[in-house]
């Protein structure tokens, strides 16, 4: 290594025609444009079928870009947000990137809508809740007919922009992209996490945080110019947005993308756009590989050739060694191997990756008592009845430092302690937009009476977990939050219309849980004077509907005598503890409703 | 255009006992057990699950139904008056 004897820093100026040194992304796409690569596909959108409905080079990508900047650009200044809805085909890379061009800060969310129609739809009010946070100065759809038939009362005041613009005036374009977009401080966009109409949170993301996150996702999971990642994830979460969107631009690698729908209806097309490629990273939460497993036929599995899937992380929703496990056998005769799959953990607060296992290494999956576990101690057992099985997602990616903090006293917790999970990261977030004392708090925590880490600030995750031997275990979550489809949602949402259902129940105590870690749904035990049997079953029926429709996911009501509910002291109800009673048979339920099966215990 | 002439035969409540046999068939349970006014969500069909429904429900009554629509949040009368609706919708054209 050369000495250094000049004090001069590397030279910004020299084209470096990779994306792989850019300091944001705007910067990545125009260095691939001016290079090597300029004429090589970046990005292919597959149809429902999997046949490739458009292509775009790095050259073809930046012009789209520059033309809908210059557009944008008529309606708003650098800052400005701009809707960015999960647009078909290729149009959310060009619209998500038209707005960076233009130094504008996008706001991706789910697709809805955009022609007249009565009523409101839960996608509807999020849509007017997120506006009503950000306030957007523009939304973007496809063509420009669709901006001609749009609601203009669906949001008003906000111009209807389509994606496809026609090449932007020289002039126009030569002042594009914005300086801003250049600068890793710049907000690139608001990602918004929350499911709740009533509550919605748009973390702030730099586009330094992007750069930075997913080099380091990158540098883990070795993906090169070669790799090609094939992805189905949607657009506005933010595993879709990095992984596809963010990840291709910083490692030079290329992006296969299918609508969620097309996985959806048929998970073999996502398989076979896979076994298409030659080295493949994909990106996925648990509930897609049991997907895969129960919607192909084992016939059609040996047809399959996965042995060019390399990394498929498995991120964004509680990691099962039982699904893994299942999907492994039941893909081997398709050349799968289980050290394909890459647990992870992250959180939009932090762009998107804290820990991550690396590329082709086994697996870590330990059984921990589950008596200890309850008591905040990771002890690891070899006897199955007493153990709960975890699967480490991985250690920390680069430059990424976490704590296992005791989230009353902040003092750091030792290994094998659970505690909350705080992160120190370059991908840590700016905050939740115009929420400053709740970003302070969430995003600028420090730790109490620890001299190395006076300088550290932390991202408070709110997941509960410990280190074990470097290794990131995650066991639950410190609030109370239902995470439903990846999406948050708030116990009190469902424990209110629960109340509001039926008579019944009105005025009285509602607790709302997750069913369980292996279980998908919410319980809710609803407290009530009434006995009648048949008035009893029709009350815990309405509010098993009327919970279902705030909370899209399996619903069971359990109504109970009054004050059977536990709560604090000072009359909080205690979730947690309501659950276990329910769970162990302690609390006795007067009647009972479930959307699932009758034998499927709850 | 022979879907014309299905349509002119298709009711709600058709479309409703169609909807229950597909999602039986998709939850392995049987079709006395799903509840006409309980959101498909309920029963694990996730707003992405749903297109498979979806998808199905077009094949079979010869209506495109928006592609913008999900399932999930709806109850099977919910989704039959969707079906309904494209299906008028349709035959004015």
């Known amino acids: ?128 809740a997120i506006c009503g946070d950000c306030d957007p100065c523009a939304v973007l759809v496809s063509t420009q007919e669709d901006a001609d038939e749009a609601d203009a009362e669906l949001l008003p005041g906000v111009r209807w922009i389509a994606v496809r613009q026609p090449d932007a005036p020289e002039a126009a374009g030569a002042a594009l992209p914005d300086p801003v977009a250049l600068d890793p401080a710049t907000t690139a966009l608001l990602q918004y996490t929350s499911g709740s109409t009533g509550d919605p949170r748009g973390v702030v993301v730099r586009h330094g945080n992007l750069v930075a996150n997913q080099a380091a996702m990158r540098d883990r999971c070795e993906v090169e110019p070669t790799t090609t990642i094939v992805s189905w ?97 039941a893909f081997r005769t398709s050349y799968f191997r289980e050290e394909v799959f890459s647990p992870g953990f992250g959180l939009a607060e932090c762009t998107l990756v804290v820990s991550v296992s690396r590329s082709l290494e086994p697996p870590v999956v330990a059984r921990y008592d589950r008596d200890a576990l309850a008591e905040g101690k990771a002890v690891p057992t070899s006897v199955a009845a007493d153990g709960l099985e975890l699967v480490g997602c991985g250690t920390v990616v680069d430059d990424v430092h ?81 995470i439903i489809g990846g999406e948050n949602y708030f116990p009190q949402d469902a424990e209110a219309v629960a109340v509001d259902a039926h008579p019944a129940f009105a005025q009285q105590r509602a607790a709302a849980w997750p069913l369980s870690e292996d279980d998908r749904g919410v319980a809710v035990v609803v407290e009530t004077t009434v006995r009648d049997p048949e008035v009893l079953a029709a009350a815990v029926r309405a509010a098993g509907i009327a919970v279902a429709k705030v909370l899209p996911t399996a619903v069971s009501v359990y109504a109970v005598p009054r004050n059977k509910v536990p709560r604090t002291t000072s009359g909080k109800i205690r979730r947690r503890a309501c659950a276990q009673q329910v769970l162990a048979g302690q609390l006795e339920p007067l009647a009972r409703w479930s959307s699932r099966r009758t034998d499927g215990a709850a | ?29 049987a079709p006395a057990e799903l509840d006409a006014d309980v959101p498909l969500s309920a029963y694990g069909i996730d707003s992405m699950t749903s297109f498979v429904l979806v998808g199905d429900l077009e094949r079979w009554c010869g209506a495109e139904l928006r592609t913008e629509a999900t399932l999930g949040g709806l109850t099977m009368t919910e989704a039959a008056d969707e079906v309904m609706s494209a299906l008028r919708a349709q035959s004015k054209e």
């Open chain 2, 1 to 29: 255009m022979s879907d014309m002439t299905t349509a002119q035969e298709i009711t709600a409540e058709v479309v409703v006992e169609r909807l229950r046999g597909a999602l039986a068939a998709l939850l392995e349970m």
């Open chain 1, 233 to 329: 994830l949607p657009f506005f979460h933010d595993m879709g947005l990095c992984t596809a969107v963010v990840l291709p631009l910083v490692s030079d690698a290329t992006t296969v993308t299918m609508e969620p729908a097309t996985f959806v209806r048929d998970p073999r097309v996502w398989l076979r756009a896979i076994a298409a490629e030659d080295d493949v990273f994909t990106a996925a939460p648990d509930f897609a590989y049991d997907m895969c497993v129960n919607r192909i036929p084992a016939e059609e599995r040996a047809a399959l050739d996965l042995s060019t899937w390399r990394v498929a992380v498995n991120g964004s929703e509680p990691v099962r060694a039982a699904t893994q496990r299942r999907f492994a056998e």
């Open chain 1, 402 to 482: 976490v704590a296992v903090a005791d989230p009353g006293t902040r003092h750091r917790l030792a290994d094998r302690v659970v505690g909350e999970i705080w992160v120190d990261s370059p991908g840590n977030c700016g905050g939740y937009w115009g929420r400053a004392q709740e970003s302070a708090e969430v995003f600028a925590a420090r730790l109490a009476g620890a001299d190395e880490d006076l300088d550290r600030t932390y991202v408070r995750t709110g997941d509960l977990g410990f280190v074990d031997g470097g290794e990131l275990f995650i066991t639950g979550r410190i609030k109370d939050v239902l």
């Open chain 1, 1 to 128: 290594m050369n000495t250094p004897t000049e004090a001069t820093a590397t030279p910004a100026s020299v084209p470096t025609h990779t994306g792989r040194d850019a300091r944001t992304l705007v910067e990545a796409l125009i260095a691939r444009s001016a290079g090597s690569d300029a004429d090589r596909t970046v990005v292919t959108a597959l149809d429902a079928a999997g046949d490739p409905i458009e292509s775009l080079t790095p050259v073809e990508l930046d012009r789209r870009a520059r033309a809908l900047a210059a557009a944008l650009r008529e309606t708003g200044g650098a800052g400005d947000r701009v809707i960015v809805p999960a647009l078909p085909g290729l149009d959310f890379h060009i619209g998500f990137l038209g707005c960076l061009y233009a130094g504008m800060i996008a706001v991706p969310v789910p697709a809805f809508r955009t022609a007249a129609r009565g009523g409101t739809t839960s996608r509807a009010e999020r849509l007017a």
